[in-house]
Structures are given as structure tokens and as C-alpha cells.
């Protein structure tokens, strides 16, 4: 789930953090890395940012607070001072060593993007690689996908033991395929939509993926087993069974929740961790948004129990 990772490391030091923020990470289609970390620091030591080492990859940074008068470095140059308003997006070219003066306090989501997984995306395609990006420093994009996938993952990042894996490699693709079509010009096609899995494919998919409650599988070890890549096997799994991955996973975890509930005595505590829930706050927060009563409602009025017999 979340963990320092590498890119954490180099971001902190980048932005010279104190400690190097979780990030979550994720695996492209090639196999490859990505990773999103989110960095705050309220009381900065006025510098210039670190260098991050030349590699052919992009960061795309969404903007949770403004940062007026932001002077801005490439290359090992001064080029330009520019206001950074609050939710825009702004995309950088790690070998063009973009850098800033971090001299006010600052709160940003950065995802680190790799140029294989963009290159994963279009040989999964059959379409032509992606050129350069959109990386005009100092220009900001209003870019409602990418504040939206930052909001979702945002609750990963804070609450590390409830993030769910498949969610995560869900959402790290689509941002993606979203900055691949948005930025580089690619375009996915307009073939027809395939068919679902197999039968033997759809229940071997749901066996494995009912088997591991807690979410630790990922998009990528599931897809391998039919040999398909992970948007193919999203893709057809959502035809099959009407959900993506990762919605179907909690629907089992809460319908298990639901027999779990109905042995009277067993604490709610022990249900959480048995249907796949990283604690019974978690438990509770998921089960009353999916079910519209909290589980201990739910329990009452499924044996029967009136408020004034508890």
C-alpha cells in the first residue's frame, strides 16, 4: 500500500522534508513504477529545491495551495517567476531539472510518471508512442480529471491501512491514459467495445480476488494469470460482472461482513479484520456508505433487536 518508496525519498530530498512522505505506488502495464506522494510544509527554510537526477520521466504536480511569485529554475537556470494558483495542474520534464525557490509554505500532490508506462500504454494500443508532453514551465492547466483522481487517492495517502491496491493501480492507470490523451496527443481509437471474460475466466477472477478480502493483490498479478494486460482484464471484468475490481472486492467484503454480523456475540472488531477491513472505524465508514445503516443498526434489525434491548 503506502510506503516511503523511492520516489518519496527523492521528493523529500527535493524539497528538502524533514522525512521522505508515503507515497502509494502502482505498476504500469510494463511493469514499471508510479507512484503519487503528497508534500506540505508550512514553515520552509527559504532555498532553492534540490535537483532531481535526469531520467526520462514527468511529474504531474496538482496544486492544493497557491504559491504566488514562484521563481522557477530549468536546466540549471533562473527563466521565470510565475503565480501558482491553488488546483492547477502543472506537468515538469525530470531532464529538464525543473527547480523552484521554496520560499513560502507549500501543499501539492505529486505523481511520477515514467516514459515506459506511457509507451506500455500506447504498444498495448497498437498506436503510435507519445512525443512530448505539455510541460511549458510555469503555464497551469484547470484540469478537472487530475484533481479529481487526487482527491480519490488522497484517502489513501492519509490513511495508509485502508488503502486498497486495486483502487490504486485503477486510478494510477486512468491518470495515465488521461495525461497520455490530454498532453501527448494520443489517441486510444474508436474500436468497438470488447466482449467480457470467458465464464472460466470470470469465476476464476472472482475466486482470486475473494480469497484476499484485505485488497494486497494487485491489478497486475491478476491480469497475468489470463495473460491479459490490466486495462483488458479492467475493462472486461467491468462487462462481466457489471463492476470494476476494485468496487466488487468491497461488495464481498461487506456482504462477508453481513454473516459475520449475524453471530450475535462476535465484536465488531474481529468482523472488520475477518471481512477485509483494516480496522472497525473502516469497517463502519464503508458499511454505512454502502448499505445506508451503520453495521451495529444493521445487526439489530437483522435478529430482530429492538434499541432499548441492547
Known amino acids: 500500500m503506502t510506503q516511503a518508496g523511492a520516489f518519496g525519498q527523492r521528493l523529500g530530498k527535493f524539497l528538502h522534508l524533514k522525512d521522505a512522505p508515503p507515497s502509494l505506488i502502482t505498476r504500469s502495464l510494463r511493469g514499471v513504477e508510479l507512484a503519487v506522494t503528497e508534500t506540505r510544509d508550512d514553515n520552509p527554510v527559504p532555498s532553492l529545491s534540490g535537483s532531481f537526477t535526469a531520467e526520462d520521466a514527468f511529474i504531474v504536480s496538482l496544486k492544493l495551495r497557491e504559491f504566488p511569485d514562484c521563481e522557477l529554475w530549468e536546466n540549471g537556470k533562473c527563466v521565470m517567476k510565475a503565480d501558482v494558483p491553488a488546483g492547477a495542474t502543472y506537468l515538469y520534464d525530470l531532464k529538464r531539472d525543473p527547480r523552484y525557490v521554496i520560499d513560502k509554505p507549500f501543499h501539492s500532490l505529486f505523481f511520477y510518471l515514467p516514459r515506459s508506462a506511457l509507451d506500455g500504454l500506447t504498444e498495448q494500443s497498437r498506436k503510435p508512442r507519445v512525443g512530448e508532453l505539455a510541460c511549458e514551465l510555469g503555464v497551469g492547466h484547470d484540469d478537472a480529471i487530475v484533481r479529481h483522481i487526487g482527491a480519490s487517492l488522497q484517502a489513501g495517502l492519509r490513511r495508509p491501512d485502508e ?145 432499548t434491548e441492547t
Not at 187 to 216: F, V
Not at 275 to 290: D, E, I, K, L, Y
Open 163 to 307: 488503502a486498497n491496491q486495486l483502487f490504486i493501480d485503477h486510478m494510477m492507470l486512468a491518470l495515465t491514459a488521461h495525461v497520455a490523451q490530454a498532453y501527448g496527443g494520443f489517441r486510444p481509437g474508436t474500436e468497438p467495445t470488447r466482449g467480457g471474460l470467458a465464464p472460466w475466466q470470470a469465476r476464476r477472477a472472482c475466486e482470486r480476488l475473494e480469497s484476499d478480502l484485505g485488497g494486497k493483490l494487485s491489478l497486475q498479478q491478476i491480469a497475468a494469470e489470463f495473460d491479459l494486460s490490466v486495462s483488458h482484464f479492467s475493462r472486461a471484468f467491468r462487462v462481466s460482472t457489471g463492476l470494476p475490481p476494485h468496487q466488487w472486492l468491497l461488495q464481498q467484503r461487506v456482504k462477508a461482513a453481513k454473516q459475520l454480523l449475524t453471530v450475535r456475540d462476535l465484536p465488531l472488531s474481529e468482523i472488520a479484520m475477518s471481512a477485509g477491513f483494516a480496522n472497525q472505524s473502516h469497517f463502519t465508514r464503508v458499511f454505512s456508505a454502502m448499505v445506508g445503516v451503520s453495521p451495529g443498526v444493521w445487526r439489530r434489525e437483522a435478529q430482530g433487536i429492538s434499541e
